[in-house]
């Protein structure tokens, strides 16, 4: 009898050890599926909310991009020396003023760029004002520095430094 209960357990123990590791397995990869199935709900469930955002985010993107093509007015990338002297031709011949110097100097490159013209205006006092007023209404950022002012013959005569800045893309 011993000898049956031991060849028993010799017969038996092969199958229990190797179902239980079987089991452990098993269970292992039951626990792998269910965590990669909570990753993929996870995933489908942040695709669905992106889905829900994405007409949000184009009517947004569409906005800045309007915004950045205001902004690119008063900063533009770079500085045309042509357009700010039609500009101040066109503000010099809307007040009355005579432009009698417009001497750009070189353009200096730093985080923006910036240019700097010296200027020379003549006009009566009214028109002068009106005529800095228009510009600094420009839509481009243009700075009006070290300004001196003497009479003269047809009215003031005024110097002025004027800046105009850039921001490269």
């Known amino acids: 009898m011993r000898q049956f209960v031991l060849i028993l357990i010799a017969l038996a123990l092969p199958p229990t050890v190797y179902f239980q590791t079987l089991g452990e397995k098993r269970e292992r990869q039951s626990r792998m599926a269910d965590s990669a199935i909570l990753d993929l709900d996870r995933r489908i469930e942040q695709s669905r909310a992106a889905q829900r955002k994405i007409t949000q985010f184009h009517e947004e993107l569409d906005r800045l991009a309007v915004e950045n093509e205001k902004l690119r007015r008063i900063l533009p990338p770079d500085l045309s020396v042509g357009e700010i002297r039609a ?67 047809a009215g003031w005569r005024t110097d002025f430094v004027m800046t105009a800045y850039a921001l490269p893309d």
């Open 87 to 153: 500009l101040i031709d066109a503000n010099a011949s809307q007040t009355g003023v005579r432009i009698a110097r417009f001497e750009p100097r070189k353009p200096v490159k730093d985080v923006y760029t910036f240019l700097s013209i010296d200027m020379e205006v003549i006009g009566n006092a009214g028109a002068t004002s009106e005529f800095l007023r228009r510009t600094s209404d420009a839509t481009t950022i243009l700075n009006t520095s070290a300004m001196t002012i003497r009479k003269d013959p």
